[in-house]
């Protein structure tokens, strides 16, 4: 009889065991089909987040939160404190000899006298130059005489950015032809050199005022720009650059006043601005650090040329008081 019931208790065990097989092998799919919808739910909503957050920063990038009034109050101590900025810094940028920042600052002299603008650029201009090309002059003055040999001497030895602007500033002396250097090529260039291609066509329609292909090709530029400010969010240099070049084209309507605002927010203490929006630069790399830069001559004269520009050409499209 112990025999029997041993056996028994065996059987029963066994087909205990087989009953709990079968249901987890039931309850096991309905397990992964759970996980699954857990992955599936939880990249539904991370893919929301990040269109969210997406949305946002272009939102905060483009919609104009001000009144005409706090805009006008803060350009006007923004354009103060770049003044200041400048004249603090004046032998700094008399040692680099930057034409086209000088350039600007003659452009910003032009629309309202400012002493400081006018004492750099009469320095740079009137300064015995070695090592360094006098035809650069005449970008900054239009009315500096240009050396034919000098000029073609300095276009073989310049990057292709610098040989569109000397050939800008005197075409019929330069011997090189700018469609081989994709001066008038609607869609080739990117980032600074876009820019760069649009600053030496504006030159060069300072010297061909009647020509409708540099007029339609700096519209199509200005464009592309205002394309890219959209969805611009980092306010470094080439931001700066790019909005204060579309205006410098004479293309207001292209430039969001939340832009200028952006650039005034990121103004530096000292007055000036620099190559740095938290982590981003110009560059595509993110730079980490704690260390702010300080501010520098490039992004600090292009800054405050498009205030200048906003102020004294432009007040009205941008609800300046």
């Not at 073609?152 to 569109?164: F, L, Q, R, S, V």
Request: proline share 4%; hydrophobic share 40%.
């Amino acid at each position: 009889m112990d025999g029997w019931r041993q056996v028994s208790a065996k059987v029963g065990e066994d087909r205990m065991e087989q009953t709990r097989d079968q249901k987890e092998g039931e309850a096991s799919p309905k397990k992964k089909q759970s996980v699954w919808r857990r992955i599936a739910l939880g990249g539904i909503i991370l893919s929301a987040l990040i269109v969210a957050f997406f949305v946002a920063a272009i939102v905060y990038n483009n919609v104009d939160f001000r009144s005409d009034a706090a805009f006008s109050k803060r350009l006007d101590a923004a354009i103060r404190q770049g003044e200041g900025w400048v004249g603090q810094h004046k032998s700094t940028i008399l040692e680099t000899k930057n034409a086209a920042l000088l350039t600007m600052l003659r452009e910003c002299n032009d629309l309202r006298a400012e002493p400081v603008f006018a004492e750099v650029v009469a320095s740079f201009l009137h300064e015995p130059i070695r090592h360094y090309s006098r035809c650069w002059k005449h970008e900054v003055d239009p009315n500096w005489p240009v050396d034919k040999q000098e000029l073609n001497m300095t276009i073989a030895k310049e990057n292709i950015d610098n040989k569109w602007a000397l050939y800008a500033i005197a075409p019929e002396k330069a011997d090189i032809d700018p469609e081989k250097m994709g001066l008038f090529e609607p869609a080739r260039w990117q980032r600074r050199q876009l820019t760069h291609q649009l600053f030496a066509l504006t030159i060069l329609k300072g010297k061909k005022t009647e020509d409708k292909k540099i007029d339609g090709l700096i519209e199509h530029l200005c464009g592309r720009l205002n394309n890219e400010l959209i969805f611009d969010v980092a306010v470094v240099d080439i931001y700066i650059q790019k909005v204060a070049f579309v205006l410098r084209a004479g293309r207001p309507e292209m430039i969001r006043r939340r832009w200028v605002e952006r650039i005034i927010a990121n103004q530096m203490p000292d007055g000036g601005w620099n190559d740095r929006w938290f982590c981003f630069a110009s560059g595509r790399r993110p730079v980490f650090g704690f260390a702010r830069p300080p501010s520098d001559q490039h992004a600090t004269i292009q800054a405050v040329m498009a205030l200048y520009l906003v102020k004294y050409r432009y007040a009205e499209q941008f609800g300046v008081e």
